[in-house]
């Protein structure tokens, strides 16, 4: 009997477990698109990657996360509650191809190359903290429509896999973490900074949370994209506060 009740122990044991793993099971959609102009030689490169979630959780929390990454990263207000990546890829797609405008009817072949337009999206699972059920969703744009340079831009959601809720700065620290978190962010751009030999002159303003983070093993991590802080010469700007410096600001 004592054997019978340990293994019923064990089983239960394994179930748990198994349980509080959350372990994604993902799928990733990729769609790309040349769009040649009319009349000019010119064209518009479209692409998508995108990493979604097909199992390894609940049907709820699924459907959760894929319509964050959906509403966040794809469609945004025109999300509508659109739980299907794969579908929302293909409209953005049909979006960006509707919207290109190289006809070049009245274009000198000299100015052919303002009409090169690319424009790019994805978004992974990447890094995460198993200890609090946390995982990292991270998106990437890019947009070139002619001048200088493109632009690009990263955007986080961390992601309650116990619920597929996203987690906020609010969710993770105790009310008036501001200043205290403010302050870790100025000493790890210092640190970054001297890492990369950079006048901190450059600098527009000090980092402050601004709920772009991703939070891994380490800690957490806030990205701060161009013109935020710094010059677009500068570049993306991630900037990393370990769990043990943030220790006391969470809940």
Not at 46 to 69: R, T
Not at 160 to 174: P, S
């Amino acid at each position: 009997m004592k054997k019978y009740f340990s293994l019923i122990l064990l089983s239960a044991a394994a179930l748990l477990l198994a349980a509080c793993t959350h372990e994604l099971k993902t799928k990733t959609i990729d769609r790309e698109k040349s769009i040649p102009a009319e009349n000019i030689d010119a064209s518009c490169e479209i692409s998508c990657h995108f990493e979604y979630v097909v199992g390894g959780v609940s049907k709820e929390i699924m459907d959760k996360i894929n319509g964050s990454i959906v509403a966040n990263h794809i469609l945004f207000e025109e999300a509508d509650g659109c739980t299907d990546v794969v579908a929302a890829s293909q409209s953005w797609v049909e979006q960006m191809e509707n919207g290109y405008g190289g006809e070049g009817e009245d274009v000198d072949e000299e100015d052919a190359w303002m009409y090169n337009f690319e424009f790019s999206r994805s978004g992974e699972f990447n890094v995460g903290c198993k200890s609090r059920h946390l995982v990292t969703y991270t998106g990437t744009d890019y947009d070139y429509t002619g001048g200088a340079h493109g632009y690009t831009g990263i955007g986080h959601d961390v992601f309650d896999l116990t619920t597929g809720e996203i987690v906020t700065e609010a969710d993770l620290f105790v009310e008036g973490y501001e200043d205290s978190v403010a302050d870790l962010l100025a000493a790890s751009l210092e640190v970054y900074l001297a890492d990369i030999d950079e006048d901190p002159e450059m600098m527009f303003s000090s980092p402050e949370p601004n709920g772009n983070f991703a939070v891994s093993e380490e800690g957490v991590t806030w990205t701060f994209n161009p013109y935020e802080i710094a010059p677009y010469s500068m570049g993306i700007i991630d900037l990393t506060v370990t769990w043990a410096d943030l220790k006391p600001y969470l809940k």
